[in-house]
């Protein structure tokens, strides 16, 4: 039995934003009106100064956070201005074929299966929900519950350390050759390389190419 750690937006699921289009801001300010009436220039301007003040003073910042100090709203009304943000912004969102093929298969075969994302929890639980994901998983960290991302050491060792994971026996699978493949194999898991559509441009393309979740399972079994 092994523990295996997975990355999520280009690894397991497909997705496309676009944060900086004209017609995404002014259809946001257009629906948040009501909270403030932002025009779309300053309304853009106000949240990527708001995430760069934020990203030099933690590894990773809460999105929510942002949404606060734009909109000064309540939690529950801060998460709806997040979660128009993100379908507003959201151009596709869909699972690789086959993904539910092998988590299940995963499990069958007795394995602890967890979720290892760079993200935004207001964002990406709705989505896992969305795709009935979450019972899939034995445990899940995103990087904005905790502070840090990959490839924070730190943020590996938040998981490892809840669930009591061995070393040896995990494996980390993702699509960033520097955040999932390296970092994992520095701190010595074992590790799968999936070079996807997402991966950065200037990552190298070794691995598997793209998600095949036969190859994926196979390259598992390979490593135990």
């Known amino acids: 039995m092994a ?12 997705i496309h934003t676009d944060e900086e289009k004209g017609s995404f801001w002014k ?5 948040t009106f009501e909270y403030h009436p932002y025009k779309k220039e ?17 590894d990773e910042i809460d999105i929510l956070e942002v949404f606060r100090e734009l909109f000064h709203q309540d ?3 801060t998460k709806l201005i ?45 989505e896992l929900n ?14 904005s519950m905790y502070g840090y991302k990959k490839p924070s050491s730190s943020f590996y060792y938040a998981l490892i350390s809840k669930y009591n994971l061995g070393i040896s026996n995990t494996i980390m699978i993702g699509n960033d050759y520097e955040c999932d493949y390296k970092a994992a194999k520095s701190l010595g898991l ?35």
């Open 3 to 14: 523990n295996i750690l997975f990355d999520l937006y280009g690894t397991l699921i497909d």
């Open 27 to 31: 259809a946001f300010s257009k629906r």
């Open 75 to 77: 939690l529950d009304t």
């Open 82 to 126: 997040a979660s128009e943000f993100r379908r507003l912004s959201t151009k596709y969102i869909r699972l690789y074929p086959g993904v539910k093929k092998l988590l299940s298969k995963l499990r069958d075969d007795g394995h602890n299966i967890y979720l290892l994302s760079n993200a935004q929890e207001s964002f990406t639980m709705p």
């Open 190 to 224: 074992k590790a799968i390389y999936i070079h996807s559509n997402l991966t950065p441009k200037d990552q190298p393309k070794l691995g598997l190419q793209g998600f095949n979740w036969k190859k994926v399972y196979d390259e598992i079994n390979n490593l135990l």
């Open 42 to 58: 300053e309304l853009k301007r106000k949240y990527f100064d708001y995430c760069i003040k934020l990203s030099n003073e933690v």
């Open 130 to 143: 969305k795709f009935e994901l979450v019972p899939y998983f034995d445990g899940i960290a995103i990087s």
